[in-house]
Nanobody
Framework: QVQLVESGGGLVQAGGSLRLSCAASGRTFSSYYMGWFRQAPGKERELVAA????????YYTDSVKGRFTISRDNAKNTVSLQMNSLKPEDTAVYYCAATPTWLAILPTSYNYWGQGTQVTVSS
């Protein structure tokens, strides 16, 4: 069992930065691949970034490549998403999630979810 709690969302102007954090409880955190999803109003939930067990491999959706960086600290049971050069189209609720499957794109492949944190980018 893994419980996830996100923090770090907020309102930022276009071009600004935010850092999202996800704190996990449970001894098996390091056994899961972690992902950050986002969901904008009226849109499907999409995978933004993912990271492997020890952080050696990462994945980014095309729209955030070069701007977002995912990282994890298994000693602290945390996963983070550094978001730079934010755009209004990045506005969404962001969720962290855990899966036993690497590069699982679909939300249904993730077993555990946080409650989400709102990111709003103003133009």
């Amino acid at each position: 069992q893994v419980q996830l709690v996100e923090s770090g969302g907020g309102l930022v102007q276009a071009g600004g930065s935010l850092r999202l954090s996800c704190a996990a409880s449970g001894r098996t955190f390091s056994s899961y691949y972690m992902g950050w999803f986002r969901q904008a109003p009226g849109k499907e939930r999409e995978l933004v970034a993912a990271i492997s067990y020890r952080g050696a491999s990462t994945y980014y959706t095309d729209s955030v490549k070069g701007r977002f960086t995912i990282s994890r600290d298994n000693a602290k049971n945390t996963v983070s998403l550094q978001m730079n050069s934010l755009k209004p189209e990045d506005t969404a609720v962001y969720y962290c999630a855990a899966t036993p499957t690497w590069l699982a794109i679909l939300p249904t492949s993730y077993n555990y979810w946080g409650q989400g944190t709102q990111v709003t980018v103003s133009s």
